[in-house]
C-alpha cells in the first residue's frame, strides 16, 4: 500500500498467461477506488521488476497521472519502491 496525497495506492504483481503485469489501484475518497492502471512488468532478475510502460488507464484518470512515470521495486535486504528515480518509503508489508 502506497500512501500519497489521494486515498492510498496498492501495487500488485499479476501473472496472465506468459506475461507479467502491475495493477496500480488508487483509491478515492468515499468511492472504493478512481481506476486501475495496468503496467508491462520487465522481471530483471531474481530482486528487480520494472514497469514503466503502461497498457491502459482509465480515461478519468490520465490527466492526474501521466504516461512518464518509472516504477521501479527491489527486494534486497527489505523492499525499495522508487517513482521516477526517488525512493518511496515504505510504512508497512500486507501478506
Known amino acids: 500500500m502506497l500512501n500519497d496525497t489521494w486515498a492510498g495506492q496498492s501495487?500488485?504483481?499479476?501473472?496472465?498467461n506468459n506475461n507479467y503485469y502491475i495493477y496500480r489501484k488508487i483509491y478515492g475518497s468515499g468511492v472504493p477506488y478512481i481506476g486501475i492502471i495496468k503496467y508491462k512488468a520487465i522481471i530483471n532478475s531474481e530482486y528487480k521488476i520494472t514497469f514503466s510502460?503502461?497498457?491502459?488507464?482509465p480515461e478519468n484518470i490520465i490527466e492526474m497521472y501521466n504516461?512518464?512515470?518509472i516504477f521501479e521495486i527491489f527486494c534486497r535486504n527489505g523492499i525499495e519502491i522508487y517513482l521516477n528515480g526517488i525512493n518511496l518509503h515504505i510504512n508497512k508489508i500486507i501478506e
Open 11 to 16: 501495487i500488485e504483481l499479476v501473472r496472465e
Open 53 to 57: 510502460e503502461i497498457i491502459s488507464i
Open 67 to 69: 504516461r512518464n512515470e
